[in-house]
């Protein structure tokens, strides 16, 4: 079993920067990629930014250049640098993994779900 935890959420100003952090924890041999993602009420999931073990990255187009995702191997965890938040990204933000759990096993995981408020 592998699970996510995410951390970092919470209410910020418009303007304001916030940093989500995700954990991956369990019987993991590797991590193909982590990824973000997020979902307003009434509205479909999307993409927000992903990162190969690699360290290449694709970001929402929207997003790009106000969201930064990095990744730490060694710990298994996935950031989000989120600066100059506007209101329409308040969501909640999702944290994903495609790991390898077995010799042969490839299973894709997601965390609980973060939230965050961006109002003045």
């Known amino acids: 079993q592998v699970q996510l935890v995410e951390s970092g959420g919470g209410l910020v100003q418009p303007g304001g920067s916030l940093r989500l952090s995700c954990a991956a924890s369990?019987?993991?041999?590797?991590?193909?990629?982590m990824g973000w993602y997020r979902q307003a009420p009434g509205k479909q999931r999307e993409l927000v930014a992903q990162i190969s073990s690699g360290g290449s990255t694709d970001y929402a187009d929207s997003l790009k250049g106000r969201f930064t995702i990095s990744r730490d191997n060694a710990k298994s965890t996935v950031y989000l640098q989120m600066n100059s938040l506007k209101p329409e990204d308040t969501a909640v933000y999702y944290c994903?993994?495609?790991?390898?759990?077995?010799?042969?096993?490839?299973?894709?995981?997601w965390g609980q779900g973060t939230q965050v408020t961006v109002s003045s």
């Open positions: 994903n993994a495609d790991v390898k759990t077995r010799q042969f096993v490839r299973s894709d995981y």
């Open positions: 369990g019987s993991i041999f590797s991590i193909y990629a």
